[in-house]
Each structure stands twice: as structure tokens, then as C-alpha cells.
């Protein structure tokens, strides 16, 4: 488990703060929507109150050895080159298209693709995507890997003043499940591990989310009184296409229902002090 304790600092008149969940992008696939992840990724990087956090299955990670390796997934760009060392190439592609949120993401999460190559290849595709992220400084390329799991604190300033402090519990996730009601119910019992306000997970690529309150009674010399709090529920979803013209995915194969591609947002009202959970 890594912690981190995230400090921002937003200009004086911001009203919000948004959190970004990027999930299992699956770079170097041919059903990486590749543009989605581009214009997203581009819109995290012209708004200077949003940070993000990107759970795992960054690259797809299926080298040539790997039982499940076919060619004819390979994104096209990964098809007239050598690929002896497949799962590098991906981890410099994903690192050129992650260039421009490099000082809004806050964490980069192992998925079981990266897993895969980490444990059986003797490579990480993590160290060496942060490596091109944050070239020469070590300290930002281990502040950003939040590996298998980590739970961060943000403690939002406006102008150097408190704003927003909550706590995110990321991991990428593991099990599977077919419907999004069972992926949210995967991410709920993340709240058997640890309590923060927000927990987020990929892996199922179903983007769902959900928020439930609980009592928090504050207590001072005199007694109680009634709070409550909010936790947020986050299934981020992916950007991995499940039905292509002319090529059947494993996604086709099985007859998934098609993948809602894209990832959720949580946006943080810093004057009321409550968020609200959506499509980005
Ligand atoms: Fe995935």
C-alpha cells in the first residue's frame, strides 16, 4: 500500500476542484480509442483546477511469447516495426500521449497487464513510462507510482487558505465482472479495506458510479450533533473499443455489450463543500 499526501494550490477565485479517474486506456491495441484518449487527456491539460488519477492498463502489454498474443490486435503503428520488445514500445507511446497531463496527474496505478509484463518479462513498464514522463527527476517518478494501491490525502488551498482536504483510495481492481452493477459492487467493497471519502477502480471496463451517506456525529464538551459524510464510488471505465469494423476483439467473441468509453470526473463545489460524480 503507498500513501501520498497531495498539496494543490488553486488560484484565489476558483470555485471547484475536479478529480479525473482515467482507466485501462489498453495502449498499443487496436481497440484503443486512441483519439477519445487524446482529446480527454488534452482537456485535463487546459483546465488548471483539474488533476487526475490514472488506474492501470495504461498499455496493453501482450508481448509475442504471451499466449494471447495475436497479431491482428496490434494497433496499426505496432504492425511494421520490430517487437521484440513490444510492451517498451508501448510504454514510450503511452508516455507521449500522457506528455501533456504530466504535471496534472497525481498517480499511476500497476493494472494486471502491466502486472503480466512486470512479473513475467523482467521489465516495468511503469518505472520506464514515469522515467519519460519525468525525465532525471526520481522523486517525481516515485511520487506518481502509486503501484498496486494508495491511499492519497489532498489538501486543497485557494490562495494558500484550506479549501478541500479528502482522502481517494485507488487500486486498479481484480476479479471480474459482466455488468456494471457488479463492477460498482467490486468497488464498494473497497470500503472493507480502508475508510476515505473516495474510492476508485478500473479493471471491469464499466464506468459507474455512486455515492451514499453516511452519519458522522461530531462530538464536542457539551455532546453530539448530527453530520454527515459523503463517500463516492467509482468504477472509472476504459477506453478499449469492444466491437471494431472487420476485426472480432475478445470482447466480440465473448459478446460483451459494447464499452462506454471514456472516464468519470469528480467535481469538488468548494463553496458548499459537497462533489458530484459524472461522465467526462
Ligand atoms: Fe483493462
Request: hydrophobic share 35%.
Amino acid at each position: 500500500m503507498e500513501t501520498r499526501l497531495i498539496r494543490v494550490d488553486l488560484d484565489k477565485s476558483a470555485d471547484h476542484f475536479s478529480l479525473v479517474c482515467v482507466g485501462d486506456m489498453h495502449i498499443g491495441s487496436v481497440n484503443c480509442d486512441e483519439d477519445k484518449i487524446a482529446r480527454d487527456i488534452s482537456r485535463i491539460a487546459k483546465s488548471q483546477t483539474t488533476r487526475a488519477i490514472v488506474i492501470g492498463d495504461i498499455i496493453e502489454g501482450i508481448n509475442t511469447s504471451d499466449p494471447r498474443f495475436d497479431f491482428k490486435s496490434l494497433a496499426p503503428q505496432f504492425r511494421n516495426c520490430d517487437i521484440t520488445n513490444l510492451s517498451q514500445l508501448q510504454a514510450e507511446a503511452a508516455a507521449e500521449l500522457l506528455t501533456p497531463i504530466t504535471e496534472h496527474a497525481d498517480g499511476f496505478l500497476i493494472g494486471n497487464h502491466e502486472d503480466v509484463v512486470f512479473r513475467k518479462y523482467h521489465y516495468d513498464p511503469m518505472v520506464d513510462m514515469l522515467a519519460r514522463l519525468y525525465p532525471g527527476d526520481k522523486y517525481q517518478q516515485h511520487r506518481r507510482n502509486w503501484k498496486y494501491g494508495c491511499v492519497a490525502r489532498y489538501k486543497v488551498t485557494k490562495g494558500g487558505m484550506p479549501a478541500l482536504d479528502f482522502e481517494v483510495y485507488a487500486t486498479h481492481g481484480t476479479g471480474s465482472s459482466s455488468t456494471k452493477e457488479g463492477a460498482l459492487k467490486k468497488c464498494k467493497k473497497l470500503a472493507e479495506v480502508v475508510d476515505v471519502d473516495v474510492y476508485m477502480c478500473g479493471h471491469h471496463h464499466k464506468r459507474i458510479h455512486d455515492s451514499e451517506t453516511q452519519l458522522r456525529v461530531k462530538w464536542n464538551g457539551n455532546g453530539g450533533r448530527v453530520g454527515h459524510r459523503r463517500k463516492g464510488f467509482v468504477s472509472t471505465g476504459a477506453y478499449m473499443k469492444t466491437y471494431l469494423d472487420g476485426y472480432a476483439g475478445y470482447g466480440e467473441r465473448r459478446t460483451y455489450a459494447p464499452v462506454e468509453i471514456g472516464s468519470t470526473v469528480i467535481d469538488f463545489d468548494l463553496d458548499a463543500n459537497t462533489f458530484d460524480i459524472s461522465n467526462y
